[in-house]
């Protein structure tokens, strides 16, 4: 598998996660 | 293999969780308030065989100053659909989906969002801020919405309408580091050594 789509796939997961944390302590 | 680009060696030599540290020190630790910092990454199209710029890793801060109760440029039809998206991202990536009234279901920002469609995006050599910053080997530092609504880039333009007012792509090994802020940040040089310490991947 290319490096890009997993590069953009473990970037997502990341954004997300943190995004979590971000609007759970907002 | 010498048939495989240049990039591959980053991959190799920096995994994508030193990619991000270095991503997230380098706004965490500066001075201006930048939003996001993406490492555009260089490597050969296996069809053209020309050089681009794809995804490479990004970090998302957000904007610091930002109120909670912020009335987003984007419609309702819009925030629905963003939200629609998220949340079948969100399911992608954990395999479930997601609870109601989860946290995937809040407000997605125009920078988020912004972000995001960022990862689908590639630009030739020569093409586009990273583009250009990566053909001249030289930084493009575009600081007010007029300098970044009157550039001839798209992407420019689009980060504009997304509310960014400073969007930066610096050269480096490899790739071109692009920051944007909401707020204007103007040029200055302790920015750009940062990223070529920060980046350097030889040393």
Redo the contacts between chains.
């Keep these: 598998q290319s490096?890009?789509p997993q590069?953009?796939?473990?970037?997502?997961?990341?954004?997300?996660e943190?995004?979590?944390e971000?609007?759970?302590s907002? | 293999p010498t048939s495989s680009s240049a990039?591959?060696s980053i991959?190799n030599d920096f995994n994508?969780d030193t990619l991000?540290q270095r991503l997230q020190g380098l706004i965490d630790t500066a001075r201006e308030s930048w939003t996001y910092a993406i490492f555009w990454?260089s490597?050969i199209d296996d069809y053209s065989g020309h050089s681009v710029l794809?995804?490479?890793?990004?970090y998302?801060k957000?904007e610091v100053n930002k109120p909670?109760t912020t009335q987003s440029a984007a419609s309702l039809a819009e925030q629905q659909y963003r939200k629609r998206v998220?949340r079948e991202?969100?399911s992608m990536?954990s395999g479930t989906p997601a609870p109601e009234n989860d946290?995937?279901d809040?407000e997605v920002t125009d920078t988020?969002w912004f972000?995001?469609i960022s990862?689908?995006q590639s630009f030739a050599n020569g093409n586009g801020l990273p583009g250009q910053a990566a053909f001249n080997n030289q930084p493009v530092w575009l600081a007010g919405s007029d300098r970044l609504l009157a550039s001839h880039c798209e992407r420019a333009r689009q980060g504009q309408g997304f509310g960014l007012q400073t969007i930066v792509c610096i050269p480096s090994a490899d790739g071109v580091i692009e920051l944007g802020s909401t707020e204007l940040i103007l040029q200055n040089s302790d920015v750009m050594k940062k990223v070529r310490v920060s980046f350097d991947f030889n040393n």
């Design positions: 490096a890009v590069a953009r796939k473990a970037s997502l997961a990341r954004f997300l943190k995004r979590k971000r609007v759970m907002s | 990039s591959t991959v994508q991000q990454q490597s794809g995804w490479g890793d990004g998302y957000g909670k998220l991202l969100n990536i946290a995937v809040e988020e972000f995001l990862m689908t």
